[in-house]
């Protein structure tokens, strides 16, 4: 059962830190496509960052200069490194992971992300004072 867990997310203050972590079991994350998404109240979430196996990554560009994506494959771990964040990034945060794809910014860029291989189930981040 391959499954990824999202952890890190809560209440920041505008211009505040977090990092989120997406962590998986079941599987090695070693060649695969993993990203991190979101979703806002009443939307389909939407690509935030991905990075390949790699270590190429893509950011959207809301985001690009704030957020940092990284890997550590030992620990079977992608984190996202969010600074700077404001109001508008309050969001559900999910990671997920593709064998198929095989580059970053495919995965963060597509319409439709029904077919993706394994979600995890979301932390939430707030940004408010």
């Known amino acids: 059962q391959r499954q990824l867990v999202e952890s890190g997310g809560g209440l920041v203050q505008p211009g505040g830190s977090l990092r989120l972590s997406c962590s998986a079991s079941?599987?090695?994350?070693?060649?695969?496509?993993v990203g991190w998404f979101r979703q806002f109240p009443g939307a389909e979430r939407q690509g935030v960052s991905c990075?390949?196996?790699?270590?190429?990554?893509y950011y959207a560009d809301s985001v690009k200069g704030r957020f940092t994506i990284s890997r550590d494959n030992a620990k079977n771990t992608v984190y996202l490194q969010m600074n700077n964040l404001q109001p508008e990034d309050t969001a559900v945060y999910y990671c997920?992971?593709?064998?198929?794809?095989?580059?970053?910014?495919?995965?963060?860029?597509?319409?439709?992300?029904?077919?993706?291989?394994?979600w995890g189930n979301g932390t939430l981040v707030t940004v408010s004072s």
């Open positions: 990075i390949s196996s790699g270590g190429t990554k």
């Open positions: 997920a992971a593709d064998f198929g794809i095989s580059f970053a910014q495919p995965m963060c860029t597509m319409s439709n992300y029904d077919n993706m291989d394994v």
């Open positions: 079941g599987f090695t994350l070693d060649f695969w496509v």
